[in-house]
Nanobody, 126 residues
Framework: EVQLVESGGGLVQAGNSLRLSCAAS????????IGWFRHAPGKEQEGISC????????YLANSVKGRFTISRDYAKNTVYLQMNSLQPEDTAVYYC???????????????????WGQGTQVTVSS
């Protein structure tokens, strides 16, 4: 059974940090690009980060660049999203997704991902 399970979300005050985890199982994690998206109420879903499997290269949206970092642990089949200096506008449900057919160069295109997690809520209070 394919599973992507996000964890690490919660309620934090502005300026604080959270680390999200995306634990993968049931598919070829080592051959997958892993992306992070977020969806805030009343806004479109936003692709915010991606990490390639081939060379570990990473991509970050301008909205999170300099504050968020993405990494992956192949031994644990897990991808992490470290979120620092969180702001109220970062409030959203965060999803991870796995893509077997494409690299991260077009990480913001949702159709290129094969599997999705259920999401984890991040709420940042001012």
């Amino acid at each position: 059974e394919v599973q992507l399970v996000e964890s690490g979300g919660g309620l934090v005050q502005a300026g604080n940090s959270l680390r999200l985890s995306c634990a993968a199982s049931g598919f070829a994690f080592d051959n997958s690009a892993i992306g992070w998206f977020r969806h805030a109420p009343g806004k479109e879903q936003e692709g915010i980060s991606c990490i390639n499997n081939s060379d570990g290269s990473t991509y970050l949206a301008n909205s999170v660049k300099g504050r968020f970092t993405i990494s992956r642990d192949y031994a644990k089949n897990t991808v992490y999203l470290q979120m620092n200096s969180l702001q109220p506008e970062d409030t959203a449900v965060y999803y991870c997704a796995a893509g077997l057919r494409y690299t991260c160069s077009t990480y913001y295109i949702t159709d290129q991902y094969d599997y999705w997690g259920q999401g984890t809520q991040v709420t940042v209070s001012s």
